[in-house]
């Protein structure tokens, strides 16, 4: 696997800041904000293009991965983006696209044959490794590459701000009170899943297991998540359910936590819909707080920090949190690392258009 946000370059950096709590947020320079109502994000400061970030982790991915050049070739790829940069708001005939990026990106870097793009908004990436698993669980493929990729730019921060969404206070705040709303944030993201017989075949020792995935679609509205939670909890219910674990064998829950205070009530509301009572025992926080929400990339990078986390043994510090929401009965981990209980841990993600994933993943 690859990262790359404005934490650092490469896991461990995602790692140490997301356990320290260091949230990397600071006035944008990118772009012009001054007419803005926020002028606050999470960006690298040495971010080249998007296709150039999306080749540089996507290599590392193959090389750290240890695939040959054949292999590399026989291997699909899986690009989650919103469109591709600096595309024009409305359709042009013969303007490069997302699926060309998607294209051009497994070129560069030797992969193939097949190629998918996934723009549905915050759970593209997720819905990407669902797919991934899918096509290895199947037979469809031995081993399958997922990449990701946002770098905040006008149009999105625009929207966002326009929304009332982001957070008036320059924090994230997930689950807290006093929480005033999201923050957007850089994330290039790339893993290679692969099948456990395909790994050891090549005398390679996997990371983790993905070992549960669920997807779920509530369509309450076009952009607020339904206030009971139930697409969210179908999703993770599927993801627990393939696993063959119960909600009480997870220790450790990655939210969605994006700080806004209908989806995080929403996302609480899901989770004891979907884990009965021990929804308020297992430890959570949203590393969003951190290296803010990524948009399409937040699916991948948040199962990086959730599998570096469990192999590490500690728990990533809910930043910028206050005091607990009382009514939403979690157990959020703030003000420092916790030690893990279990092996076993869930990442969840939500989208516009009441679109909702759940991965569940076994530290090895």
Known sequence: ?????????????????????????????????????????????????????LADATATACADGGLSRTERAACPLLLAVHAFPDAPRVSVDGWPTAADLARSLAARVGLGPVTRVYTSACVSASTAVADAAALISTGKAERVMVAAGYLVEPDQFALFDAGRALATDGAVRPFSIARTGLLLGDAVAAVLLESVAALHRRARTELAQLVGWGRAGDAFHAV?????????????????????????????INAHGTGTPVSDAAEAAALHRALGPVASLVPISSTKATHGHAL????????????????????????????????????????APRSVGSDHALSVNAAFGGANTALVVRAV
């Open 1 to 53: 696997m690859a990262a790359a946000t404005a934490l650092g370059r490469g896991p461990d950096a995602q790692l140490a800041a997301t356990l320290a709590g260091t949230a990397a947020f600071g006035p944008v320079t990118r772009f012009d904000v001054s007419r803005q109502r926020v002028r606050v994000a999470a960006t690298l400061p040495d971010a080249g293009s998007l296709a150039d970030e």
């Open 224 to 252: 607020q998540p339904h206030p009971d939670g139930l697409g969210m909890a179908r999703a993770i219910t599927a993801a627990l359910d393939r696993a063959g674990v119960p909600g009480g064998a997870l220790g450790y």
């Open 296 to 335: 399409e990339a937040s699916g991948l990078i948040e199962l990086i920090v959730t599998v570096l986390a469990v192999r590490a043994g500690k728990l990533p510090v809910n930043a910028g949190f206050l005091a607990l929401d009382q009514a939403l009965r979690l157990n959020v981990v703030h003000s």
